[in-house]
Nanobody, 125 residues
Framework: QAQLMESGGGSVRAGGSLRLSCPASAYRDSWKCMGWFRQTPGKEREGVAAIANDAKTTYVDSVKGRFTISKDNSKNTLYLEMNSLKPEDTALYFC???????????????????WGPGTQVTVST
């Protein structure tokens, strides 16, 4: 069974950078979209960025210009480069694999079916 496992989280000051990685133990054909999501206590999980098999990317407005999603197919690994971090980026970050319903890779939790356990990112002032 393919598993996802995030790493690279940590504590940084505002303006700093982190790079999250998410290697998969095996690739699943059903992963037409790969995405990064985040969640804070008491709030719903939020889509951050997604990348399709053709490398097209989608970002939530709040991270555009600061975060970059990428993948290395040879390593079955998904990445999220996070720059100019803000305190409001503090969250538990998840990677996920999901379907493409013909409308591109969207940031909808319901369209992703395989999830990692998450890695904590904390940004202080």
């Amino acid at each position: 069974q393919a598993q996802l496992m995030e790493s690279g989280g940590g504590s940084v000051r505002a303006g700093g950078s982190l790079r999250l990685s998410c290697p998969a133990s095996a690739y699943r054909d059903s992963w037409k979209c790969m995405g990064w999501f985040r969640q804070t206590p008491g709030k719903e999980r939020e889509g951050v960025a997604a990348i399709a098999n053709d490398a097209k990317t989608t970002y939530v407005d709040s991270v555009k210009g600061r975060f970059t999603i990428s993948k290395d197919n040879s390593k079955n690994t998904l990445y999220l480069e996070m720059n100019s971090l803000k305190p409001e980026d503090t969250a538990l970050y998840f990677c996920a694999g999901g379907m493409n319903y013909g409308l591109g890779c969207r940031l909808r939790v319901s369209e992703y079916h395989d999830w990692g356990p998450g890695t904590q990112v904390t940004v202080s002032t």
